[in-house]
């Protein structure tokens, strides 16, 4: 399916060039309004954003389009793009809409749309915005008595701190436990340092003070640097790290040791499976986790199901299959038994629950397999397709071919930039290096 304007994450790009306009934003907020005006009820849209200074744009040309559709916008300013999932159910509202470019620089910006079930919006359902947005809306605006009007709910912060919460065990606390946390000057900069404080946590802050500019600069977790540093220096038992919008999560243990999405994985479902919480027998993941996790969970009689990369994918995998734990090496953790979409902070304090239960440090708990050597290279292209050239296809067929049965390539396309990512994995390091490095170098000669 070719799309115009959805990636495998809703909307996505450097703001006011190409797609990412306001004028974009006004007509989508008109197109998914006519998708989902479906009766003569009053319709409810929630809008949540993260810090970046071009919030300030798109938010107001969303609830233009909404509104002039006849449907009531719900404003909540800075909050997680999971808080947005839950609070569309919580309020009965028809679309939830996330303002965010996640874990991207600040000049990008991002939509993020999701129905009144909580879940991202299927490939069909975006397929129809984009009909509409190109085809026009104007004929179907509400009659100038039936306008929609927006409000904005000022304690979404606090009903999302509160939910999140009651995720931890009920009659556990963490008193006594050090923890740095960094919320990437995004989206979670208040509600998550609330929320572990209230759970009796000592916390030190990085990554509170967003300007509007700074989102995920120098902090984050794409960037763990100054999470590491800070966790040795105040000796903390462990640093949480969230993206822009919080919706993944990095860890690092009290010895500044970094614990990815895949050993998360592996650590939630090893401990809920001891404890009969697993609804079926293994982890839904991405073509991107390591080999490790996966020869790391047939060794506890637990399946890795693979799927295409993003968290929506591993969502849809993971409701067709019955299965409620699922993520991504990169940290988003879908829990289904608590969220709809990838949740840092719900992510982090199930962490947390295992260590303070066990009675061990998180660099023992942590450390679940030795990963693979797994490389990842990002090779970015201003026009065309590289990998449909002849040349790149040879070379990943070779690759492939000296690889054999000891370890794994992946070629593929970025769903939200103009970047081919190759990512080799295998037993011998040396060899992975190599064959990745010959592709790169072919994208690069063909992309010039």
């Known amino acids: 399916m070719v799309r115009k304007y959805f990636g495998t994450d809703g909307i996505r790009g450097t703001v006011n060039k190409g797609n990412m306009t306001g004028e974009m934003a006004l007509r989508l907020g008109m197109a998914t309004g006519r998708v989902f005006r479906r009766g003569s009820y009053r319709h409810r849209?929630?809008?949540?954003?993260?810090?970046?200074?071009?919030?300030?744009?798109?938010?107001?040309?969303?609830?233009?389009?909404?509104?002039?559709?006849?449907?009531?916008?719900?404003?909540?300013?800075?909050i997680p793009t999971p808080?947005?999932?839950?609070?569309?159910?919580?309020?009965?509202?028809?679309?939830?809409?996330?303002?965010?470019?996640?874990?991207?620089?600040?000049?990008?910006?991002?939509?993020?749309?999701?129905?009144?079930?909580?879940?991202?919006?299927?490939?069909?359902?975006?397929?129809?915005?984009?009909?509409?947005?190109?085809?026009?809306?104007?004929?179907?605006?509400?009659?100038s008595e039936g306008l929609g009007r927006a409000k904005r709910i000022d304690d979404a912060q606090a009903r999302y701190i509160e939910f999140a919460k009651r995720t931890f065990p009920r009659r556990g606390n963490l008193g006594g436990v050090k923890i740095v946390i960094d919320c990437a000057h995004g989206a979670a900069y208040k509600v998550a340092p609330t929320a572990l404080w209230e759970l009796?946590?000592?916390?030190?802050?990085?990554g509170v003070d967003p300007d509007g500019t700074n989102i995920n600069k120098g902090?984050?977790?794409?960037?763990?640097?100054?999470?590491?540093?800070?966790?040795?220096?105040?000796?903390?038992?462990?640093?949480?790290?969230?993206?822009?919008?919080?919706?993944?999560?990095?860890?690092?243990?009290?010895?500044?040791?970094?614990?990815?999405?895949?050993?998360?994985?592996?650590?939630?479902?090893?401990?809920?499976?001891?404890?009969?919480r697993l609804s079926a027998p293994g982890v839904v993941a991405t073509v991107m986790s390591n080999l490790g996790l996966e020869r790391y969970l047939q060794s506890n009689d637990l399946d890795l199901i693979r799927t295409n990369v993003g968290d929506r994918y591993v969502v849809e995998r993971m409701r067709a299959l019955g299965f409620n734990l699922g993520g991504e090496q990169s940290g988003h953790?879908?829990?289904?038994?608590?969220?709809?979409?990838?949740?840092?902070?719900?992510?982090?304090?199930?962490?947390?629950?295992?260590?303070?239960?066990?009675?061990?440090?998180?660099?023992?708990?942590?450390?679940?397999?030795?990963?693979?050597?797994?490389?990842?290279?990002?090779?970015?292209?201003?026009?065309?397709?590289?990998?449909?050239?002849?040349?790149?296809?040879?070379?990943?067929?070779?690759?492939?071919?000296?690889l054999g049965n000891q370890g794994r390539l992946l070629v593929r396309p970025s769903g939200t930039e103009p970047v081919i990512r190759v990512m080799g994995e295998g037993d011998d390091e040396a060899l992975v290096r190599q064959l990745v490095g010959e592709i790169v170098t072919t994208i690069e000669e063909v992309a010039a």
């Open 219 to 276: 902090c984050g977790s794409t960037d763990t640097a100054l999470l590491q540093a800070t966790v040795l220096q105040e000796n903390a038992d462990i640093g949480i790290s969230l993206d822009g919008d919080a919706d993944r999560v990095i860890i690092c243990d009290e010895k500044g040791k970094i614990v990815d999405g895949d050993q998360i994985m592996g650590l939630i479902a090893t401990d809920w499976k001891r404890h009969d």
């Open 200 to 206: 009796g946590a000592d916390i030190i802050t990085i």
């Open 333 to 402: 953790m879908i829990m289904s038994d608590y969220s709809t979409t990838g949740d840092g902070l719900i992510a982090a304090l199930q962490v947390l629950a295992v260590m303070q239960q066990s009675g061990q440090p998180m660099s023992e708990i942590g450390n679940m397999f030795e990963p693979l050597p797994q490389l990842l290279e990002n090779v970015r292209f201003n026009s065309g397709a590289p990998l449909d050239n002849d040349r790149v296809q040879a070379a990943i067929r070779d690759a492939e071919a000296k």
């Open 83 to 143: 808080a947005v999932a839950f609070l569309t159910r919580s309020l009965r509202a028809d679309v939830g809409v996330m303002i965010s470019a996640s874990h991207n620089k600040f000049e990008d910006n991002g939509i993020k749309l999701f129905g009144p079930d909580g879940y991202k919006l299927s490939d069909e359902i975006e397929a129809e915005i984009e009909a509409y947005m190109d085809d026009g809306v104007g004929e179907h605006v509400a009659p």
């Open 45 to 78: 849209v929630v809008i949540g954003k993260d810090t970046r200074l071009s919030g300030y744009m798109i938010e107001p040309a969303l609830v233009a389009g909404f509104t002039s559709m006849g449907m009531d916008v719900f404003l909540f300013g800075p």
